[in-house]
């Protein structure tokens, strides 16, 4: 069975840093783009940021320039950095694994941030 095993997250004042990691449990089955995502309290689920097997990047335009996005494919996890972080930025994230065949969730992890 696949499983995301997320950590990281709580609570941080504003302009403090959280970081926010994933781990997946997958065997025999290549990972093609990792990605965290996020929703806010009456708001749909965003993309934060992405990373592919080769390591291509791609950001909200909201986190580019604070969150860090990172993986380790030899251990089919990935990484969060999240720097001066706003108000706004509080959300329960959610870590996502695509192989060619299906999509991976993680539990999700309560992110707050106090101004």
């Known amino acids: 069975q696949v499983q995301l095993v997320q950590s990281g997250g709580g609570l941080v004042q504003a302009g403090g840093s959280l970081r926010l990691s994933c781990a997946a449990s997958i065997r025999m089955v290549r990972i093609n783009t990792m990605a965290w995502y996020r929703q806010a309290p009456g708001k749909q689920r965003e993309l934060v940021a992405a990373?592919?097997?080769?390591?291509?990047?791609n950001y909200a335009d909201s986190v580019k320039g604070r969150f860090t996005i990172s993986r380790d494919n030899a251990k089919n996890t990935v990484s969060l950095q999240m720097n001066s972080l706003k108000p706004e930025d509080t959300a329960v994230y959610y870590c996502k694994s695509s192989t060619n065949y299906h999509d991976y969730w993680g539990q999700g992890t309560q992110v707050t941030v106090s101004s």
């Open positions: 990373i592919t097997s080769g390591g291509s990047t």
